[in-house]
């Protein structure tokens, strides 16, 4: 757990070079995983939605092209093994704080609003997500609205015309 620490302090300050290849307990496995469950939890995942993982991994974890498909494909299979959320949000817990757990709700709604509309699957997704990260539910409306605006989605829009709860 340590060395997980140490390694996501140094890929913070620059110290290192991500590498190609991901271990089952490094939090960006972890994050990516709950980020294929979001895409996936309609029971598809299109193409923009695909690519818009790519991107958010890739600029988000500074890789480039080859170790983000690497990642994709680690997260992939461990979220097809995966029962709940807990086993990624355990992760996360121990190795980012609060704002790095912000950040990953914050993913979550990019990857929502990646196909310009959120359904109530993945609402009630990044709602349960947020609460075991211990996102409040203020934070998690206000990273909701930010990102709506950045993709310009009227979120209480698209709230009212699937009669999703919030």
């Known amino acids: ?4 620490i140490r390694s996501f302090f140094a890929e ?6 991500q590498s190609d290849r991901f271990c089952e307990d490094d939090y960006r496995v972890a994050a990516a995983a709950l980020l294929v469950h979001a895409l996936t939890v309609d029971g598809k995942m299109s193409v923009v939605e695909r ?5 958010v ?15 994709i494909r680690e997260a992939t299979l461990i979220e097809g093994e995966a029962v709940d959320l807990y086993r990624f949000t355990s992760l996360l817990n121990r190795a980012l704080d609060d704002e790095g757990r912000r ?3 914050e ?3 990019e990857l929502a609003y990646a196909d310009g509309r959120v359904n109530e699957f993945e609402d009630s997704l990044v709602w349960r997500a947020a609460d075991l990260l211990g996102v409040s539910a203020r934070e998690r409306l206000r990273l909701r609205r930010q990102v709506a605006a ?5 979120p209480r829009a698209a709230a009212r015309s699937r009669g999703a709860h919030r």
Do not use: C, N, P
């Open 103 to 105: 950040r990953i709700i």
């Open 12 to 17: 913070l300050t620059g110290a290192t070079r």
């Open 57 to 71: 991994l890739k600029q988000r974890f500074e890789l480039d092209d080859a170790a983000t498909e690497a990642l």
């Open 107 to 109: 993913m979550m709604w």
């Open 1 to 4: 757990m340590l060395d997980t």
């Open 150 to 154: 950045e993709t310009d989605v009227d």
């Open 51 to 55: 690519s818009k993982l790519h991107d």
